[in-house]
């Protein structure tokens, strides 16, 4: 009943014949509260003197403002009651693609475009490719300062691959190869591997590294930059989610058995210097999200783990397994562990042809724990999933008066028509639920969504849509 009305409160079929909310206790308000989105409480305090003083009560706004600190990915932050409506205003934003303000900043005339990017902690590193060097750039997006240093080994690479801490950045340099920066002092670290790995996390000065070609076994090492020594921790099966919390010189990791029913997790905890201290068996519940439920009972055989898609969240590791089933090809199962309350959780879910289903991979940026926003070219629009409450949302981007190039290259050519399959990068995304960016070869847009930030970029500029230009 509770949930019926909150649905119905939301779209909007209480009539002023009979004032509903106002006759019920608080309890149950606040039970209705947690179906609607900040902006309708904001709009419900509009409604009259007794509607605003139910929705702008404590109570009210302490319950919505720890929901929308968890969708930020900002759980346990101690954010005042006062400044409620700001991180409101902020979800709401992201949700619904409304940046507080959009600013574009052109490439100079004089250098060369950079090709790939990584952002993180209000930083902006870029690749810039030379014929003999690749040369790197940091630009810090707070105080406008940039810092540039040139990498000679990693352009052997086809794509780098970037993780950034608050003092260090890791890039892959080749297959066996990893390279790391002190970005506070420039010191190099390189390591050589005797087989291919690939760095997947970094937190503080410990990186996780895994062996991607030993499937259904994943080695599992720690690069530690303090000391730039690699532990190997142990070789796992089935290894579906990892949680590295370097403060605590610990890494939980979770191996699931796909064909019991249900599927039967391990979870194992070791000291970051390979020492194991807990191990714990149990069954692991999967609830359902799905619209279409073909399938009852998962398969490994039918599960994909791609190793790239472990993504830590404010108290919360995500990790997303699609689901390839030839009956029902997009479906995904998403697992989620909280690391406060040490706990694993599952969904099934529906999704469309993910980016690493398609052979042109889709440009994708995930703000927070449930939103992704993903730019497909050959429709000029951004998806923003919204893995809350299930919905899809389409949005066109608007070009900047000054992206003629990027303009010249989303024009279909004659007689050509984009497909899913085109390959080449126009448009590349960066960000976090702060700031999102989209590079061309004219530059970046920048669209801010934290009310409270505005970044310090001296040679940037207001957007002016390309319509409003003439």
């Not at 066996?176 to 996390?201: G, M, P």
């Not at 830590?312 to 029902?328: H, K």
Request: charged share 25%.
């Amino acid at each position: 009943m509770i949930e019926s009305c909150g649905r119905a409160f939301k779209a909007g079929s209480f009539r002023a014949t009979y004032d509903i909310v106002s006759s019920l206790p608080l309890e149950l308000v606040l039970a209705i509260v947690k179906y609607l989105d900040p902006a309708d409480i904001l709009r419900s305090q509009r409604v009259s003197k007794r509607w605003r003083s139910i929705f702008s009560s404590d109570a009210t706004i302490k319950s919505l403002l720890r929901r929308t600190l968890t969708l930020l990915g900002l759980e346990g932050a101690d954010v005042p009651d006062a400044e409620a409506t700001t991180y409101f205003r902020w979800w709401h934003s992201l949700q619904h693609v409304q940046p507080i303000r959009k600013i574009f900043l052109p490439w100079p005339e004089t250098s060369e475009t950079p090709i790939e990017f990584a952002y993180s902690l209000r930083r902006l590193f870029s690749r810039i490719p030379h014929e003999d060097f690749d040369e790197v750039e940091m630009l810090n997006l707070e105080t406008g300062e940039k810092l540039t240093w040139t990498e000679n080994e990693a352009m052997e690479s086809g794509t780098w691959n970037f993780l950034i801490s608050d003092r260090y950045v890791v890039i892959e340099g080749d297959d066996t190869t990893l390279i790391a920066w002190d970005i506070h002092t420039l010191q190099r670290y390189t390591k050589e591997f005797s087989c291919s790995v690939y760095a997947n996390f970094i937190d503080k000065d410990k990186v996780v590294i895994l062996e991607p070609d030993s499937e259904p076994l994943y080695p599992v090492y720690i690069w530690d930059l303090s000391s730039d020594s690699v532990q190997e921790i142990n070789t796992f099966i089935d290894l579906c989610l990892w949680h590295l919390d370097a403060g605590g010189n610990m890494l939980v990791a979770f191996e699931v058995d796909w064909d019991k029913h249900p599927p039967e997790v391990r979870q194992t905890k070791w000291t970051l210097s390979g020492q194991l201290m807990d191990r714990r068996h149990f069954s692991l519940s999967l609830s359902d999200l799905r619209v279409d439920r073909k399938i009852h009972k998962p398969s490994r055989e039918f599960i994909m783990l791609p190793i790239d898609s472990n993504i830590t969240n404010g108290s919360r590791t995500a990790r997303i397994l699609p689901y390839r089933d030839s009956y029902y090809p997009y479906c995904q199962i998403r697992l989620i562990y909280d690391h406060t309350m040490d706990k694993l959780s599952a969904q099934w879910y529906d999704n469309s042809p993910p980016s690493y289903f398609l052979s042109n991979t889709p440009i994708i940026v995930i703000p927070c724990p449930y939103l992704m926003y993903r730019w497909e070219k050959h429709t000029r629009l951004f998806k923003v999933y919204n893995i809350h409450d299930g919905t899809t949302l389409m949005h066109r981007y608007r070009l900047d008066a000054r992206e003629a190039g990027l303009r010249e290259k989303l024009v279909p050519r004659p007689g050509h028509k984009w497909s899913i399959f085109d390959r080449e990068p126009i448009l590349r995304m960066f960000g976090d639920r702060e700031i999102i960016g989209m590079a061309s070869e004219d530059g970046i847009q920048f669209w801010v969504f934290n009310p409270n930030f505005t970044p310090n970029l001296p040679d940037a500029m207001p957007f002016l849509a390309m319509e409003e230009s003439g």
